[in-house]
């Protein structure tokens, strides 16, 4: 009998018993719903299949009543919004600063232990300053998501640039490089896929500084959504919804991965 | 006036002595191979030619002047590795010596210029051996193939002295002997001053016009840092034999047991 950290599954199989857990939790989710609906068919605490979709169908396929919007679309587009220009805004803050703190020891000598320093700050301490001066609007929203992950970003970067080989440092200025082309040819192209794993990382967090940012003071979005309709027991809402935000955090990371892969063939053939 | 001048060197970090007295010239277009045991200073000697280590005491001279304080133009390297780009193809690897030039904002040329570079570096790309592997990137060539791109790469600054930090330890023993015949051939063709470190004694034996050995004279082996090392042997190759090869060979067995111990 082999030793099992030397047994593999095969492709099929492998495939089944990655299904497996999803498929009892969906299992035991039906059979608790209908023995609950059973008892009482006004349960709210655990909801049919049926009646998540004709929630979602309202929501999502008929024009909201009072507005004449279309409730679960403009949620999904309000929260992506915030979430693409607070991680965009955070990794150009990152990839520059990560770039310059980790290539330039006089910036790092005098930069790095301030942002070690702001990065241990919880961001969610502050969303009340950030309310205070930018406002309940779309800007504090993305703001909270670019101060929680840009000192991440920033660190992890420029770790990375300083985990470059010095060889390559070295070799670049022999063919007479400035610190300017060493910084443009040679670090930034080499820190990009690093940086989309930064940011395939931190999308965790973003999605839960947006959440928490539109539980508090919002108009639209898919986290001020599933908050609004707490009130009303309305599990047949956040549940839908908080399965579409773990598609779409899902996505997003599948999309990343993809980009990374095409752009830079390169990086993942040696696997680092 | 020599080229390269070494008076009375001394690296030491602390109390740990890795050079001491190094008295040394050499000319223009010499091709040295330097032995030595781990830890006996050739590669801290190596790193002060490239300008990133400092002598301690003494003077390191280029041209009758002071070294310079960090890499340059006019000195290439290769080392074992991590000497070429792994996000640029072959041949853009070796286009990089001519977009750093002409181009220092962008580091990229266009046009005209781009396809001068390019034509520059097929030519040199042909003289070692890599014609058909242009578009390939670093990981999918064999070692001796990624070393060959790192020659070519020095190579296309045209530097005047090129620095090999063992860089044919990593390859089989069949195509070190196709490297050295490159080296050899570039030597004679480019009229460069080569510096090449080795762990191989024998490859000292044949290769370039002049041997030496670094290693410690005075030997401590409850301390093995006390003494520094110096360059115990400068011969001219051709006129070695095998006598002086098994005395180099035994004085290095020795220092390395001493020092391993």
Known sequence: MKRIINRYPDRTLSVLLGALPFVLVLITYIMASN??????????????????????????????????????????????????????????????????????????????????????????????????VFGLGELSKVVLIAIGITPFIIRDMQTNVMELPAEQMIKAQTLGASSWLIIIRVVLPQVLPRLIGALRLSLGAAWLFLIAAEAIASTDGLGYRIFLVRRYLAMDIILPYVIWITFLSFFTDYLLKILSERLFPWFHATGK | MAMIEANNLWKEYGDNVVLEQVNVKVEEGEFITVVGTSGCGKTTFLRMLLGIEQPTRGKLLLDGKTFPDEPGEDRGIVFQKYSVFPHLTVLKNTMLAAEFKQAPWLGKLFGAKHKQAENDAREILTSVGLENALHRYPHELSGGMQQRLAIAQALMKKPRILLLDEPFGALDPGIRADMHELIQNLWKKTGLTIFMITHDLAEGFYLGTRLWVFDKIRLDAQQANAYGACITYDIPVGKTDIEIFDDIDNSLDKSRKVLLD
């Open chain 1, 35 to 132: 023995a609950r609906l059973e008892e009482n068919a006004h349960d709210k605490l655990l909801p049919s299949v049926s009646s998540m979709t004709t929630a979602v169908d309202k929501l999502a396929m008929q024009p909201s009543k009072r507005s004449g919007e279309y409730l679960f679309w403009l949620d999904t587009s309000s929260s992506l919004t915030r979430l693409g220009m607070g991680i965009g805004i955070a990794a150009i803050i990152g990839l520059v600063f990560g770039i310059i703190n980790g290539s330039i020891p006089y910036v790092r000598a005098n930069l790095s232990p301030f942002i070690t320093a702001i990065s241990l700050v919880p961001p969610l301490a502050v969303l009340p300053i950030l309310f205070i």
